[in-house]
């Protein structure tokens, strides 16, 4: 194989490897990005479950400890003493409990008592100092008519009630600035089990939101907290918040319609407007449900497919350039190989001066031929040709002279041949040609052509054609059971005879 021919095979190797293995680096690197993409989402969705799980949480046990704090001063013997014997030191020891916990609990607005028919007895607010006071008796007021005292007076008396998440109302008119609040109360029992008043407290609904939205700041979500209606108790734009209260016109259920009503107790949906997951609470005893729900933006999603995207990308664009070299190494370390061992194994069956096949391979390939011939009962010839006057022509002329005698012969040879035929150097000057399905006299025929063009080679070459000759034999194969040997022997022993005579021709 020449050297321009080995490059054109490496160089088309190194490309059907190169391809091959950038085609399995895509493969890999799509089924990567599947990968990653699928497992983002399953993380995703987890950390959102996880972080709706957390709010639900804190905002139980936020719940809990107004819920601990009520149950508390509801069962006072204090509280009962001032609601049923009104007095100085009643008031001053109820007056002590609820300002311990406010000084304990930041989360409370004020704390109230309330007697059976609905007027307040003690009342403790925050004022604008954020210090808490006890509200003089002039200023005391009735609360009969409002949702909060009718409700928890139609309850069990071992429960409490929980009102709606709105705004704090005084005097007929909303507060302001607007205070989100939550309304605990529960009954206050006399010894005999009477129901002798009910205890109050305002939770700050600002402190819980407050309180969630911390967790959700550091996730870059978007929070609603809604109440069973589809309206913003909580929003990051305050203006979307309790609209229920006022017009009516802003609320998550006219916002995202097709979200709302396909929320149930807890779930996802994802639509092209992103992803919304979500779980509810229901308080104890009120008449409400909240909606906690995270959303997240399409473009956030994209943001993080892109990441991984151009992660995948710098990679290939390192990868690519690396695989492509490995794969012209690979290449060409496989031509080469290959090369090398094709060399060897023509060189294991070829004579190194002429290109033609050497002795052992010539034996090889005539014993093959017999074999088949023995079967199937072809024509098979092999002519034995002794090259004349080599020793002449290296003493005479030199080594070189004599190295384009045997040279020539072979290539006269090739000329002269058949495609199927073999032709072989079996010593210094002597050659072996196999002719399958050739009968002798076209044997014949074609060593006589073979001798013809050698002689003219050597009037072309050297000057004297006379010098430029051979002696050979031929001999047919005889199928009545000759052995290799004898087949050889026979067409060995005409050549001599040939040369012995001097003659040019010779069979049998």
């Given amino acids: 194989m020449e050297q321009s021919e080995l490059e054109k095979r490496i160089t088309n190797r190194s490309l059907l490897y190169s391809a091959c293995l950038l085609t399995l680096l895509f493969i890999t690197a799509w089924a990567v990005y599947i990968f990653a993409k699928r497992s983002m989402m399953e993380h995703f969705d987890q950390d959102q479950y996880g972080l709706l799980n957390v709010l639900i949480k804190e905002t139980e046990d936020s719940l ?37 916990m406010l000084n304990y609990q930041e989360f409370y607005d004020h704390i109230r008592l309330l007697d059976a028919t609905g007027k307040e007895v003690i009342r403790i607010n925050y004022d604008e100092d954020l210090n808490h006071h006890l509200v003089e008796q002039n200023l005391l007021q009735d609360k009969s008519d409002k949702y909060y005292f009718t409700r928890t007076m139609e309850i069990d008396d071992r429960q409490y009630y929980m009102s709606h998440f709105d705004l704090n109302v005084e005097m007929g008119e909303i507060e302001t600035p607007h205070k989100p609040v939550i309304r605990f109360a529960r009954k206050v029992l006399d010894e005999d ?30 929070f609603y907290l809604i109440n069973e209606e589809g309206y913003y108790l909580y929003n990051k734009d305050s203006s979307k918040t309790f609209s229920f209260l006022f017009d009516g016109s802003q609320s998550f259920a006219t916002e995202y319609p097709q979200i709302w009503k396909a929320m149930e107790k807890s779930g996802e949906v994802v639509s092209k407007r992103g992803y919304f997951y979500y779980d509810t609470l229901n308080g104890s005893h ?13 473009e956030q999603i994209a943001r993080n497919e892109r990441t991984y995207k151009q992660l995948i990308a710098i990679s290939l664009i390192i990868i690519s350039p690396l695989l492509v070299l490995f794969a012209s190494l690979l290449a060409r370390s496989h031509e080469k190989n290959h090369w090398y061992l094709a060399e060897l194994e023509r060189l294991a069956q070829r004579d190194g001066l002429t290109g033609l096949y050497n002795m052992r391979e010539a034996m090889n390939r005539l014993e093959y031929t017999i074999s088949l011939v023995k079967r199937t009962s072809q024509d098979l010839s092999i002519a034995f040709i002794d090259v004349n006057n080599l020793k002449f022509f290296n003493d005479s002329y030199g080594h070189h002279m004599g190295d384009t005698l045997i040279r020539e012969a072979s290539q006269s040879i090739r000329d002269n041949i058949r495609s199927s035929d073999t032709a072989a150097r079996i010593g210094g000057d002597e050659f072996l040609i196999i002719f399958p399905e050739c009968p002798l006299n076209e044997a014949e025929a074609i060593v006589e052509k073979i001798y013809h063009t ?4 050597g009037r072309e070459i050297h000057g004297r054609g006379e010098e430029w000759t051979f002696c050979w034999g031929c001999a047919a194969f005889d199928n009545q059971g000759e052995t290799l040997n004898e087949f050889i022997s026979r067409a ?7 040369k012995k005579h001097k003659y040019k021709l010779g069979n049998r």
Avoid: A, C
């Fill in 492 to 498: 060995d022993k005409i050549m001599y005879e040939s």
């Fill in 193 to 222: 089990g009477n129901v002798s008043g009910i205890g109050i407290f305002n939770y700050k609904g600002q402190f819980l939101t407050d309180k969630l939205r911390k967790y959700v700041d550091e996730r870059s979500n978007h």
């Fill in 64 to 100: 809990k400890e107004v819920q601990d704090d009520l149950f508390y001063l509801s069962e006072s013997p204090f509280s009962q003493d001032v609601l049923e014997h009104y007095n100085p030191d009643s008031e001053k020891m109820v007056s002590g409990l609820i300002f311990s």
């Fill in 286 to 298: 009120s008449d409400n449900k909240w909606y906690f729900v995270l959303h997240t933006d399409p």
């Fill in 454 to 457: 050698f002689f003219e080679r």
